[in-house]
């Protein structure tokens, strides 16, 4: 178990220091995530509207 712990301090100690030699490496990961959130917050969104789409739906009496 050590050894995992030690090898996976030394990748992440390894890859700080590739993004302090280069601060814009990680604009593209940041843009990602943001992008990622967006279509989460869109789809939740037009699933919230399809809900009440369907319960107004259902609710007519013909």
Not at 21 to 30: L, N, V
């Amino acid at each position: 178990m050590h050894l995992y712990l030690v090898a996976l301090w030394t990748t992440v100690k390894a890859r700080w220091e590739l993004l302090r030699r280069e601060p814009e490496a990680g604009y593209s990961t940041e843009t990602v995530l943001v992008t990622a959130l967006l279509v989460v917050a869109a789809l939740a969104i037009i699933a919230i509207i399809i809900a009440k789409v369907t319960a107004k739906a259902n609710g007519i009496n013909l």
